[in-house]
């Protein structure tokens, strides 16, 4: 299996809050992976680190390229969309 989207053990930290801790999961090339919840369990903040949006600790890779560093136009480049809910574009 190829891995086209992968999270390992990442936390994210906004506002003093704690809001991802430890997610770890993969999403296989050509699969469909949803992050389902109820409001304030840090679906968009996954996503926002997936793309560089926010700080965060642990490794997050997209197509094996780890992305920690990277601008966010560079993980675009990669193949990550994000369009965000709100007008914050």
């Known amino acids: ?3 086209a989207v992968e999270l390992d053990d990442v936390h994210v930290s906004l ?3 704690h809001v991802l801790q430890g ?10 992976t949803a992050l389902l919840g109820r409001n304030g369990v840090g679906k ?3 996503l ?5 949006l ?3 600790t642990g490794t997050v890779r997209v197509l094996g390229h780890d992305t920690r ?3 966010v136009h560079r993980v675009a480049r ?4 994000y369009v965000p809910e709100d007008r914050d574009v």
């Open 78 to 81: 990669l193949g990550v969309g």
């Open 69 to 71: 560093g990277l601008a």
């Open 48 to 52: 926002r680190a997936i793309m560089g």
């Open 15 to 17: 506002a003093g809050s």
């Open 1 to 3: 299996m190829t891995v």
């Open 23 to 32: 997610v770890t999961f993969t999403v296989p090339t050509g699969g469909v």
């Open 44 to 46: 968009t903040t996954t």
């Open 54 to 56: 926010v700080t965060h």
